[in-house]
């Protein structure tokens, strides 16, 4: 069973940083691609960046040059590392891992981010 624990949300100024976290239950962790998105109410969820699992990496153009993503695979964690927080990166972000060869998608509960003075 693979299971997704978020954290590291919180409330922080404009210009600020936060790291996420996302640890990742099970053996499928080193295989696949972890992604990160966000979701604010009334909004689709959108993708912010992805991680391959040889380490290649893609963001969304709002993101790029201040967050970087980042995996572990000894410790089946992904990373979010956040720079120059906007107001417009308040979410709630979650962690997605696709398992492409059984054609499933597993998410954890999401951990919200709160950007404002």
């Known amino acids: 069973q693979v299971q997704l624990v978020e954290s590291g949300g919180g409330l922080v100024q404009p210009g600020g940083s936060l790291r996420l976290s996302c640890a990742v239950s099970g053996s499928a962790f080193s295989i696949n691609a972890m992604y990160w998105y966000r979701q604010v109410p009334g909004k689709e969820r959108e993708l912010v960046a992805y991680i391959t699992e040889i380490g290649s990496t893609m963001y969304a153009d709002s993101v790029k040059g201040r967050f970087t993503i980042s995996r572990d695979n000894a410790k089946n964690t992904v990373y979010l590392q956040m720079n120059s927080l906007k107001p417009e990166d308040t979410a709630v972000y979650y962690c997605?891992?696709?398992?492409?060869?059984?054609?499933?998608?597993?998410w954890g509960k999401g951990t919200l981010v709160t950007v404002s003075s």
């Open positions: 997605n891992l696709h398992w492409a060869a059984v054609g499933m998608d597993y």
